[in-house]
């Protein structure tokens, strides 16, 4: 595996003539938490799509995980995580039924399916509410099990989409201990958010502006290169 595990040049997409992504070029390496930040319409989101092959690219080229994004799409799903802003969990199942389900999607044997979940409900102390609705589960405990189920089978990559929107802030530093746990066992973890002190949890984070990665460094350097003191600072003056 290459030390870049997300490599993106001049990635565009248009929609007839309004460019929402507009000639992007990053790389992200492996086991690295990579922000990929803006405001709302920025972007970020047209740009994830392309990477985990949901949406073609107008021009440019990019691979994940060794695979061509516009060639071998369904290669890279298999290979990735994803956890979208409204948590990919099915309400009228119960805790149990939402990990064994996604286990099946992702192709898990029967085996493998019954250890994930043991080994889920463990980890997450899910036990008690195992078959309890998800519908039921505080908003914290469906983040935390959408972002297990995400990993339910083993991915090298992990795409989240703006996971901690409308969550409160304990919950959302909860929720990046958990992201942090994951980077620490090798996982690369794809982040978008618009939250900017989210920012300061990431190795490095790239800020979009109007469809264009506008600045790309770790926290540390952006706020000395734009003499700020916080990452909201540093959006601000790129925002202006």
Same mark, same amino acid.
């Given at each position: #595996?290459?030390?870049n595990? =997300?490599?993106?040049?001049?990635?565009?997409?248009?929609?007839?003539?309004?460019?929402?992504v507009?000639?992007?070029?990053f790389?992200?390496?492996?086991?690295?938490i990579?922000?990929?930040?803006?405001?709302?319409?920025?972007g970020?989101?047209?740009a994830m799509?392309? +990477? =985990?092959?949901?949406?073609k690219?107008?021009k440019?080229?990019?691979?994940?995980?060794?695979?061509?994004? /516009?060639?071998?799409?369904?290669k890279?799903?298999?290979?990735?995580?994803? #956890?979208?802003?409204?948590?990919? %969990?099915?309400?009228?199942?119960?805790v149990?039924?939402?990990?064994r389900?996604?286990?099946?999607?992702?192709?898990?044997d029967?085996k493998?399916?019954r250890?994930?979940?043991?080994s =889920?409900l463990?980890?997450l102390?899910?036990?008690?509410?195992?078959?309890?609705?998800?519908a039921?589960?505080?908003l914290?405990?469906?983040?935390?099990?959408?972002?297990?189920v995400s990993m339910?089978?083993?991915p090298?990559?992990?795409?989240?989409?703006?996971p901690?929107?409308?969550?409160?802030?304990?919950?959302?530093?909860?929720?990046w201990?958990?992201i942090?746990?994951?980077?620490?066992?090798?996982?690369t =973890?794809?982040?978008?958010?618009?939250y900017?002190?989210?920012?300061?949890?990431?190795d490095?984070?790239s800020? #979009?502006?109007?469809?264009?990665?506008e /600045? %790309?460094?770790?926290?540390?350097?952006?706020k000395h290169?734009?003499? /700020?003191?916080? #990452?909201?600072?540093?959006f601000?003056? +790129?925002?202006?």
């Open positions: #595996m290459p030390e595990i =997300i490599q993106v040049e001049g990635l565009t997409k248009c929609f007839g003539d309004f460019t929402a507009d000639a992007i070029t790389t992200v390496k492996k086991g690295e990579f922000g990929f930040l803006g405001a709302n319409g920025a970020k989101t047209t799509k392309m +990477l =985990i092959g949901l949406s690219p107008t440019g080229m990019g691979s994940v995980a060794g695979f061509d994004i /516009a060639k071998n799409p369904e890279i799903k298999k290979r990735i995580g994803y #956890m979208s802003q409204k948590f990919s %969990l099915y309400n009228d199942l119960t149990k039924e939402n990990i389900f996604y286990g099946g999607i992702y192709g898990l029967k493998r399916i250890s994930k979940t043991q =889920i463990k980890e102390n899910l036990n008690d509410v195992a078959g309890t609705l998800v039921a589960l505080p914290g405990w469906k983040q935390r099990l959408s972002f297990a339910v089978h083993d090298e990559i992990v795409f989240l989409d703006e901690t929107g409308g969550v409160d802030p304990h919950v959302r530093r909860q929720f201990e958990t942090y746990e994951a980077a620490a066992l090798g996982r =973890i794809f982040v978008t958010t618009h900017m002190d989210e920012a300061e949890y990431c490095r984070v800020i #979009m502006v109007s469809g264009k990665i /600045a %790309l460094d770790t926290p540390e350097n952006l290169q734009f003499k /700020a003191k916080t #990452m909201d600072e540093v601000l003056k +790129l925002a202006r």
